[in-house]
T-cell receptor
């Protein structure tokens, strides 16, 4: 059974701090890794993806991938109250063309306190 | 949710009733997906379609059927609704690039 695990939280950080969200996965054949943000009552929105070991930065977001340890993390710098949401980790273990079957974690709830 | 639309937004059914959830995209992507999202269960893939005319089962296909009518539209049908199908249903599409992943706004379905 392929699994993706995340701490459910809630993770609470003060405004301006760094929020660190973690995700581990079980399938060593996993190829690409995604972070989605989901506001309450809304649909998931892709915010970052990564497929090579190391760090990938996009604005205030940094995704980190360590395939040897089978974890992927998301750092949010200078956290804002608008970052308060559930963050979903998803892992792609199959990709034929642009067909993407993702395994999803249950999400980590983040609360950024003003 | 630009590019992916779903209808209806909300629906209440009685056990045994049938209904079809509609999804349409205007982004010309080949792959389309139907997910359900339940508290404590996360997102689970019901069916997906790699291209017009093809469909495949996902993780939880029982009780559902799908139709990929054309490249734009992918519908999900519940033939005989059950309370266990109470959920939020999302349609999603993917393009060739990893960044091309979009969800529709969702349909909130309650089966009583």
């Amino acid at each position: 059974q392929k699994e993706v695990e995340q701490n459910s939280g809630p993770l609470s950080v003060p405004e301006g701090a760094i929020a660190s969200l973690n995700c581990t996965y079980s399938d060593r054949g996993s190829q690409s890794f995604f972070w989605y943000r989901q506001y309450s009552g809304k649909s998931p929105e892709l915010i970052m993806f990564i497929y090579s070991n190391g760090d990938k930065e996009d604005g205030r977001f940094t995704a980190q991938l360590n395939k040897a340890s089978q974890y992927v993390s998301l750092l949010i710098r200078d956290s804002q109250p608008s970052d308060s949401a559930t963050y979903l980790c998803a892992v792609n273990t199959y990709n034929a063309g642009n067909n993407r079957k993702l395994i999803w974690g249950l999400g980590t709830s983040l609360a950024v306190n003003p | 949710n630009a590019g992916v639309t779903q209808t209806p937004k909300f629906q209440v059914l009685k056990t045994g009733q049938s209904m079809t959830l509609q999804c349409a995209q205007d982004m010309n992507h080949n792959s389309m997906y139907w997910y359900r999202q339940d508290p404590g269960m996360g997102l689970r893939l019901i069916y997906y379609s790699a291209s017009e005319g093809t469909t495949d089962k996902g993780e939880v296909p029982n009780g559902y059927n799908v139709s990929r009518l054309n490249k734009r539209e992918f519908s999900l049908r519940l033939e005989s609704a059950a309370p266990s199908q109470t959920s939020v249903y999302f349609c999603a599409i993917t393009g060739t690039a990893l960044s091309e992943q979009y969800f529709g706004p969702g349909t909130r379905l309650t089966v009583t």
